[in-house]
């Protein structure tokens, strides 16, 4: 069972968060305008990276908010994690930054 | 039979003799004892059978990695258990066990026969035959080959026993209880560290509860161990559990214990869980898990009374055991000199010390030289004799040029191996720790580590007493500081007079040329032989993992504890490859078996799962309500009167709704208040239809998408105040909704200022259906004018009912007037009494889920989940009405427009008029356009809902059928398990009132 | 229209109080219960109504009868006595009007019990995977937690004594499990 | 050499050692077809092509040990009973040829086709069991509604009480559903292609696609330097959106870990394998004896190959309410796959954006039981270029147009 580090409560048992898929896909602000290959890869493609994964996840049974994480899905070692909204940390960076 | 084998001394308490049963057979053991030293007491050696060839099978081990001694314990009913290892089986006055794998007797077992047939049954001969005829695998030989394997008898009975569960934090969790981990974990804790010590044994102390010699801080060791548990007993940080296996090493410092509370008790009392499991996350881990100690290969090597050198000594010291009188030693390690001087002075006769080195020396060779026992050194076993327990050996000299003569034969009881030692590195492993490969001393010990853990001691290689003690020492000392404890300096214990594991041996021991005759186990509980590992790497297995499975070495229930290496080495020699190139097999949880109950813990009956009952589940009880689960929901189902059956009883319901009214309890309804200057706006984007204007006291059906355009939820939405909704979605949906929901606000639509609050269990919903709802509440009603004009259907006022505030609906989902009556929950069963009463006077009934569903399908109304499977857009399901057209977006809009989303001929909802209105179709029957399709014809759809309608005295029908809409009236075929495709006609999905006229009433 | 002048009898849920092994079960008493959301700003506006300051992250503000528990960044639960629910949600709404908020009656979804006893902190942590220690879940600390497969609201009101808050259906999920839990102790 | 039981006795009377069962060459510079991924799918794609296609010229490229990713690590249910007409066609194949597999490979790969039983626990679960059934039957597939008493009787230690929490209203059987041995499966085509001249390199990891300037795949960069290849076919399970992305072609793929376990082995007691998809229990007995138990996979996408203990923890629960005898039996080893899981829960099988490359994976938590027809089909595609009539279907072009293959829609996990 995964420590994740809530940015509102602090470390937490995975068991009280809900995984969101990968972090940073947008929405497009006027889907309408959008067409079908990039829709499609909104919708469905995924980077599905060995290594450093932006995601989400929500403190369900917490304070209920979603949040971003940059975990290494090797290692399921989370370097980071931050508030939905703030920008995605330089990845270069996080993994220079990491013991395991 | 008597104790003919028991010596003085031992950590067995003499005073408390016990009875228990071996076989059937009566024997006498002491408190302290396990089943294996006791029954070695009483001179049993053979104890099981083995997997494959049915061998005779003493016990190997004193511990954990024991692999042959395996019996089934039995206490009655459903508490039996098998494949215990009796050298961890402790002794109970009446405690019962049987051996297992055997045909007849432990001594006389048909099975045997497979030794014969050896040559045949080698690695992986099941891959080369039993395939002629096709088909006879699975009917002739499968079945015997099943027969065959597998160990103990599964439990016939349930298991009656109770598991408890307890999660725990801690600064320092100490693995193992051994010098190493004792050292390290009063160290921790001595700087006020919160430690955790576990041990699978029933005693704290490892290996120095066999320890003779040594002292540590100038005392006896054992009378060290006393003092330091008692030490760590006094101090309340500590939390010290015996009996406790660390099984599992997850992610982030998470690890799994399983302690065995009452099993080693001979009359456990009832309410006491049977074993707890321990979830613990510790901000440092100190691995003292020690090491095991190795067979060597050679012929023979599995006869009873062939075992380990250091669980002779284990037997010997510490339960006052004599394992043999006439012993031999077959040793490639110093500390093999210390069971024979131990065994020597408890009075066996040391026959031979065949030592494979040709010059040993050492503490330990010179005290047995000393003593004048028989050092041998250059010498090997070539073969060990006897069937039911060994009874002489064939020795073999190692020559200069390293050829092996055979050196005569030599009597013995019983013969002790001593291969070395291999650092049980299974929960550093587990971490993802890297191990390395000490050359030198042939083994591997831990490397890198990932996780915030240390090893020490034997875990870690070290053996001798003073180091290790010290390693412990310093591991526990860095975990504590790791974990933000500094202490004053205490200094380690110290130890001397030990003799040390030096020297060992992987692999197959040298043989004569030409080989001999005779089997030489690996591993051996699934008979696994230095000839198979070696057929393997012929047969093309060159990778360890292939040749695991082909041979199946290591995947027994010891999983390899005592093999893996000496499977290594041989695979690594027959492939001519350096061993650590060759490589470990991975390890994984658990390091023992664990048994399922005591992960599974509480979750048993009704917790389970949380039963979530509404307020209104005990009148429905009382009334002999059949229930349905709903998610985790209980639902009525439908309320048989004495007598009825099911369908009488939904026939009934159904026509006393249409006919006057009935009552039904919809608290499950999933509810969130949507609240905020955006409220309205926010529902816009998320459900397809418009609610911007929808007028305050007004509902409007609220339709909601996944983002790829399937239909996910529905419901109906209540306007209270302009910036305040009532949002209602299905039982089973509610949590996804609301997850569904919070995802858009929080992470797309951040602009908006509005909040979500889960409101279904604020509120018990009481619905009231038919004719006569509004006579039914209204003397129960105050504040609301109930008429048709001021609450028109599709409309929600607030006021009081019995004297509680209400959010009273007017909706229907049974096409007739209805009202859905909100209250405050703990008020939900009072005000259904009084509803209930005066419903009475009306002569209506209370219904369940089935006849609600009957209704509702009668309308046309839909039931996503049901009518609706994933793949259903709104159109599909001719609900373009409810699509906002003149909305921008909102959540799946951009989907709808894909390709095959807008294809004529996608299944869409419509009415099947069945031919005979007496047929039923199940639902899920197929759509087909002949009555007899050819088999692997292709299907024009799907039957969704389908009921007898007891109201239209025929069946009724939903389904979805490809391009349905434009195929009104065309016939079609519905298929049956029971014959042949019955015909219907495409119609419009809607049976009942089609004006709607009942719904304004 | 009716002429009802009856008043519905309330029904709780929680059965009654039980002493196990070194730890006692008591339901807690029915209160008033609002969900508010918004601001920062919003809730230190709704403290001042009520008489309590703005807890922090994870705390609860309270005095003897009324309490205000951190839920999360925009989210707090208020407790009150049973009598003072409508006038206190009157002059919340009044004191918020001008700030966007949202007010949620939620008096019956939440239910309540009490665990008092050397025992409490080993009884909980049958369920819940957070770490009680003293050091780590000081007294005044709340937080919403699983307790085995429910979610509630875990508020600690002194050394051994905890008040611990659910949706109603998930209350005899809730004891059923306090009482196997009390088996393992 | 052939295998049989007179083989068998011959070398057991002679003592002489029986042959590699598969070559283990150096790569030759370049291929006709590289099949990057020595799972069963990889292998009995090089047989077919081999043996149906005539192409011998093939090589089979595994970073580790053959048979070692998931169908070394599953849990064998087999079966065909799936909802969509596509979706039976494509396992209908498959069990087809297991049911002669064996005597093809001359490989005794176990197929034991013992009946597969899928628990209702809620009227949901009843109707879409229904829908299944008849669905099935239309498609000629075998498949039968059981009540819990015979369900109970099909499998005895079945606890049909109507008092726990989730009662078993009753079961679909597929009777022509079962087991099979993985590691045979992966042995005996491995064998079987290697016999055609395939040639399987075993620990040498693809780590790049070369193109040619036109974009069309010339061959693969890997560990052992470059082999060149006219079609690269990848079939690496957890691993293929780590290699498409050396192509740059992003896929509709996320990895999972998936848990599974065994017991200690005890004499025969689970006649069958059951499944419940709605309490998530699996669970069958292997020939040597251990109850085979199939867990979920973790809620996050991962590498590692192992996962979280609540994960086990869940099945297991779901398994001792359901079997309560075996509450009392231990875990032996539990262990982790990566499953890659398409949105829809249904495979990519065929063309991909690039010339000459092609796909087969997202089998997710249930493709060992295509293992034959999958290999089937898709050498079909490499050796034509075009998809078979089976796999068509199964075009990443699907997630564009919306024409998904949903099994997960109307059953939640797909074993
Ligand atoms: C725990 C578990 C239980 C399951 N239970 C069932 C079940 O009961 N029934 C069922 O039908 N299915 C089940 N499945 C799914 C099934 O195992 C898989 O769908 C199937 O085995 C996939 O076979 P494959 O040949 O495509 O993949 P794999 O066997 O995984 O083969 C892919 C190969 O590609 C190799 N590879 C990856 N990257 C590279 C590279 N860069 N270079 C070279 N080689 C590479 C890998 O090493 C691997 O050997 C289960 C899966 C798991 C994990
Ligand atoms: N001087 C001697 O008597 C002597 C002789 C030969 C070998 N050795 C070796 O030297 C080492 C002694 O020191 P040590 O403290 O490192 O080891 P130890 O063997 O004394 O203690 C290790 C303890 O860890 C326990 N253990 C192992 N795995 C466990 C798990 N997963 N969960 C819970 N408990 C577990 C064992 O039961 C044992 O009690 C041992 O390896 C021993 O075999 C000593
Ligand atoms: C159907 C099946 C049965 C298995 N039976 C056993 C077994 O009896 N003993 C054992 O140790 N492992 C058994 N395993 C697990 C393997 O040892 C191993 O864990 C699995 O192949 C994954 O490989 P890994 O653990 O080396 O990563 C079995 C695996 C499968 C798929
Ligand atoms: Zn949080």
Known sequence: MLLIECPYCGPRPELEFRYGGEAHVARAADPATVDDE????????????????FERWRHASGCGRFFNCARDTVSDVIVKTYKAGEPKPDAARLMTGTTP | MSDGFRIKGGRIDRAKPISFSFDGTVYRGYEGDTLASALLANGVHLMGRSFKYHRPRGVLAAGAEEPNALVTVTRGGGRSTPNLRATQVELYEGLQAESQNRFSSLGFDIGEINDLA????????????????????????????????????????????????????????????????????????QSGARVILADEQNEFGGSLLAETTATIDDQPAQDWVRATIAALNAMPHVTLLPRTTVFGYFQQNFLGLVERVTDHQAAPPSAVARERLWQVRAKEVVLA????????????????????????RIFCNRYGVLVGRRVILFTADDSAYAAALDLFRAGATIMAIADLRTNPTGPGVDAARAAKLPVMPGTVIIAAHGRLRADGVTLGAIGEDGAVRAAGDLPCDALLMAGGFTPTVHLFSQSRGKLTYDEARQMFIPGTSVQRERSAGGAKGTFALAAILAEGHAAGRDAAQKAGFTSEAHVAPQAKGDIPVAGGFVGAVPQPKGGVKGKAFVDFQNDVKATDIIAATQEGFRSIEHVKRYTTTGMATDQGKTSNMNALAIAADALDRPLPQVGLTTFRMPYTPVTFGSIAGHARGDLFDPVRQTPIHGWADEQGAAFENVGLWKRAWYFAKPGETMHEAVVRECMTVRRAAGLFDASTLGKIEVVGPDAAEFLNRLYTNPFSKLEVGRCRYGLMLNEAGFVMDDGVIGRLATDRFHVTMTTGGAPRVLAHMEDYLQTEFTDLKVWLTSTTEQWAVIAVQGPRARAIIAPLVEGIDLSAEAMPHMSVKTGTICGVETRLFRVSFTGELGFEINVPSDYGRAVWDAVWAEARKHDVCAYGTEAMHVLRAEKGYIIVGQDTDGTVTPADLGMEWAIGKSKPDFVGKRSLSRSDLVKPNRPQLVGLRTADPGFVPDMGAQIVPVANPAPGSSAQGFVSSSYDSAVLGRSIVMGLVAGGRARMAETVFITRLDGAAAPATIVEPIFYDPDGERLHG | MGESSMMAERRSILPAAVAWHGVRYEPVEAMARFVLRGSDAVCSTAAEVIGLSNPSVLRASHDEHRAILWQGPDEWLILAPEVERVALLQRLETALAQAPHALVDVSHRNVAVRLEGEAATRLLATGIMLDLDEAAFPVGMTTRTLF????????????????????????????GLLQAGARGL | MKFSALALLKQALSGEPWPEQWRSPEPKPAYDVVIVGAGGHGLATAYYLAKEHGLHNVAVIEKGW??????????????????????QKLYEHAVKLWEGLSQELNYNVMYSPRGVMMLAHTEHDIQSAKRHIHANRLGGIDNEWLTP??????????????????????????????????????????????????????????????????????GVETTKGFIGAKRVGVVAAGHTSVIMQMADVQMPLESYPLQALVSEPVKPVMPCVVMSNTIHAYMSQSDKGELVIGAG?????????????????????AICELFPVVRRMKMLRNWGGIVDVTPDRSPIIGKTPVEGLFVNCGWGTGGFKATPGSGHVFAWTLAKGEPHPINAPFSLDRFRTGRLIDEAAAAAVAH
Request: charged share 20%; net charge positive.
């Open chain 1, 38 to 53: 990039h829709w499609t890869a909104f919708l469905f493609w995924r980077g599905n990276p060995k290594g450093l994964h």
């Open chain 2, 118 to 189: 050896g040559p045949l049954l080698g690695a992986g001969f099941y891959y080369k035959t039993f395939m002629q005829p096709k088909g006879a695998w699975a009917k002739l030989y499968e079945p015997l080959i099943r027969r065959a394997a597998g160990l103990g008898e599964a439990p016939r009975h349930p298991d009656p026993d109770h598991y408890a569960n307890r999660f725990a934090h801690c600064d320092v969790l100490v693995a193992g209880g051994g010098p190493a981990g004792l050292a390290a974990a009063l160290a921790a804790a």
């Open chain 4, 297 to 317: 996979t973790d809620a996050y996408t991962s590498y590692s190959q192992t996962g979280g203990l609540h994960i086990s923890a869940h099945t297991l629960d």
């Open chain 2, 289 to 312: 898990t020690g090491a095991i100690e190795r067979p060597l290969v050679f012929a023979g090597n599995d006869r009873p009374g062939v075992m380990l050198a250091s669980a002779a």
């Open chain 3, 148 to 175: 085995g497969k429910a979610d509630v609201t875990l508020w600690r009101q002194a050394p051994q004594r905890f008040h611990l808050e659910t949706w109603r259906s998930f209350a005899p999920y809730v004891i």
């Open chain 4, 149 to 218: 008493e015979e369900a109970q009787a099909f499998c005895p230690i079945l606890n049909i009480s109507r008092d726990i929490r989730y009662p078993i209203l009753g079961a679909a059987l597929q009777r022509r559903g079962g087991t099979a041995r993985h590691d045979a499966v992966a042995w005996g085509y491995a064998r079987g292609a290697s016999a055609l001249g395939v040639d399987i390199i075993q620990n040498c990891e693809v780590k790049g696609l070369r193109r040619a300037p036109s974009g069309a795949i010339t």
């Open chain 4, 66 to 87: 053959l048979g070692g990713g998931n169908t070394g690590r599953n849990t064998t249910i087999i079966r065909s009973n799936y909802l969509w007409e596509e979706s």
